[in-house]
């Protein structure tokens, strides 16, 4: 049986952080984002608010709390997601 933990909920605001060629698609450093539940949700969310987003966030890593997250990851309230595009070198 699934419960939700009373500090997850998509009434809840989370910090979205963007990083190298994802800061600037999305033309900000940072944002807030109310009412998002999971990654599948902030992301949908993120491409309707920012159309930039779109050619960068299909192949960007999202870390929720520094791990990396897909879309059913639940955003725990006051999350922190940063955007890191792929990055090159060696």
Known sequence: M????PDVGASETVTVRYWA????????????????ATVGDLT????ASRPGLAAVLP???VLVEG???GPEA????????EVLPPFAGG
């Open 59 to 61: 192949v960007c890593t």
């Open 74 to 81: 639940v955003l725990p309230a006051g999350a922190v997601v």
């Open 67 to 69: 791990l990396a997250s």
């Open 44 to 47: 949908t969310r993120l491409l």
């Open 2 to 5: 699934h419960t939700q933990r």
């Open 21 to 36: 060629g994802a800061r600037a698609a999305a033309g900000v450093d940072q944002e807030s984002v109310d009412g998002v």
